[in-house]
């Protein structure tokens, strides 16, 4: 679900989505997921932490790892924070090579 003109999603929006994804999620079973930004980050995970402050970390849902880290239009924006996010898709990379 992505609102139209790629504005920033309102909670009735996200609220609305939540269903499909977590259905999706339950039937893919994917090993690692990756949220890209903080609305993703934030929904996931039921926080109002910033992204800055929770990317790069490994939390356990719904069977899978999911590390958030930065939207690419932010780095279009910031490119110092490319190290970051390589940093992250390392660490995704050590995840889906285990076991």
């Known amino acids: 679900c992505r609102p139209p003109g790629n ?12 269903p499909f994804l ?3 999620i339950d039937i893919v079973k994917p090993k690692v997921i990756v949220t ?3 609305f993703a980050a ?3 995970l039921r926080t109002d932490a910033p992204i800055s402050r929770i990317r790069g ?7 899978a790892k999911l ?3 930065f939207h690419p239009a932010f780095l279009l924006r ?4 490319k190290r970051e ?12 090579g285990e076991g």
């Open 22 to 24: 977590f259905r999706q």
């Open 85 to 96: 996010v390589w940093e992250d898709m390392k660490l995704v990379r050590r995840l889906l």
């Open 36 to 38: 890209l930004g903080k």
């Open 57 to 63: 970390r490994v939390v356990d849902y719904r069977g």
């Open 78 to 81: 910031n490119p110092a924070s």
């Open 42 to 44: 934030q929904t996931l």
């Open 7 to 18: 504005r920033n999603p309102e909670p009735d929006e996200i609220a609305q989505c939540e």
């Open 67 to 69: 590390v958030p880290t």
